[in-house]
């Protein structure tokens, strides 16, 4: 049973609710609500409908629609030239070589080269030349990995002083927690509580969270995520950088620094919404 359940299991206890779980491994659990069974698999939920999962899921797609209403770090998207025929409608940049030419007219160097569909921060690489930016192209379009994309996205690199993700249930702040890295060491991954010895520590800081809740409600307003995480960057000058969004969050890392009462809570929020 992964943390996410165990912590909807016991909410659910302590709501008196009715579950039961239909796998062995635990991570498949219905829900009885009223005269409702909610299904919760994994780290998903019943909030979310399927082409929510996908805008966040598809981080091109996710930026096209909300670059308009919130920061975001300037972001351009790539089709792997050696994509089949059936995808040639649109593709731009025949070879590798003039996707790199497309990208360095549009960014600078140092770089974020990333898959469009992804997480656990696989595949993204922070690219200081052209050398490195070519690399990341081809490990990003190598069809014999588990790591392949069909897109790669070009992003504006962010000098980040403080990273967190905020956690949003119907477009109303749950909680945030940012992460700690002092101390750590690099794991050759740039998703930072992936990080030896890294934490995520909860803000209780009231002007703070109100500061990412005001950043964020833009976003809400153009089109409701029922359920998200955010992840949000505040660079050196103060400024909040929307990252991208996660419409199934895991609470491993906030449950391992703070205790599972966090996200106990949570999930009785979300069972009183059902």
Not at 82 to 87: A, F, I, L, Q, T
Not at 114 to 140: C, H, M, P, Y
Not at 252 to 268: D, K, M, Q
Request: charge should be negative; include cysteine; proline fraction near 3%.
């Amino acid at each position: 049973m992964n943390k996410n359940i165990k912590a909807l299991t016991k909410a659910c206890g302590n709501l008196n609710i009715l579950f039961e779980n239909y796998h062995e491994t635990n991570n498949l659990v219905s829900v009885h609500v009223g005269a409702n069974d909610y299904v919760f698999v994994n780290w998903t939920t019943p909030l979310n409908s399927q082409s929510i999962m996908q805008l966040c899921q598809d981080k091109d797609y996710f930026y096209s629609y909300y670059r308009d209403v919130i920061n975001m770090p300037k972001t351009s998207a790539f089709l792997n030239p050696y994509s089949d025929e059936k995808y040639k409608q649109y593709l731009h940049e025949k070879t590798v070589y003039e996707i790199i030419n497309a990208i360095e007219s549009h960014h600078s160097y140092p770089m974020i080269i990333k898959k469009n569909r992804g997480s656990w921060g696989a595949n993204v690489f922070k690219v200081k030349d052209r050398r490195q930016l070519e690399k990341g192209l081809l490990d990003i379009f190598n069809m014999n990995s588990f790591l392949f994309d069909y897109i790669c996205l070009a992003q504006d690199y962010i000098d980040i002083e403080k990273e967190y993700r905020a956690i949003f249930l119907s477009g109303e702040l749950q909680f945030c927690y940012y992460k700690i890295i002092d101390g750590a060491i690099y794991t050759d991954n740039l998703s930072p509580l992936h990080w030896e010895g890294s934490k995520a520590k909860l803000v209780s800081d009231l002007d703070e969270k109100k500061f990412l809740s005001e950043f964020c409600a833009p976003l809400f307003d153009k089109l409701m995520i029922p359920f998200c995480g955010l992840d949000i960057a505040r660079d050196h000058l103060g400024r909040l950088w929307l990252i991208e969004a996660n419409s199934s969050p895991g609470f491993e890392y906030i449950i391992e620094g703070e205790g599972e009462e966090i996200a106990v809570r949570l999930y009785e929020n979300i069972l009183r919404t059902l």
